[in-house]
């Protein structure tokens, strides 16, 4: 059974970092793009950053110049490496990952999500 678990959250000042982690396990061919999702109380979930299996990244206005996103395809696992936090960062960031579970089929998967406190 495929897994993705996130780790990394946390309570952070206003300007502080934090950096979130989030490896797949179980059996799979492969992993195609992966990012991160963020869903702060009352709003929806969106996107806050993603890459390509070839290292190609994508990132929402608010966070650009701020996060970064990055993977280890050898670990199987993607980063945040989040910067220069604010109050409105504050959210629960869910893992996103599109795994391919056979060679010719791919699968889109969720980890459980972990949260992140940014306090004035």
């Known amino acids: 059974q495929v897994q993705l678990e996130e780790s990394g959250g946390g309570l952070v000042q206003t300007g502080g970092s934090l950096r979130l982690s989030c490896v797949a396990s179980g059996r799979f061919n492969g992993i195609n793009d992966m990012g991160w999702y963020r869903q702060a109380p009352g709003k929806e979930r969106d996107l806050a950053a993603s890459i390509t299996n070839g290292g190609s990244t994508n990132y929402a206005d608010s966070v650009k110049g701020r996060f970064t996103i990055s993977r280890d395809n050898a670990k199987n696992t993607v980063y945040l490496q989040m910067n220069s936090l604010r109050p409105e960062d504050t959210a629960v960031y869910y893992c996103?990952?599109?795994?391919?579970?056979?060679?010719?089929?791919?699968?889109?998967?969720w980890g459980k999500g972990t949260l992140v406190l940014v306090s004035s």
């Open positions: 996103n990952a599109e795994i391919l579970i056979s060679v010719n089929t791919g699968r889109n998967y």
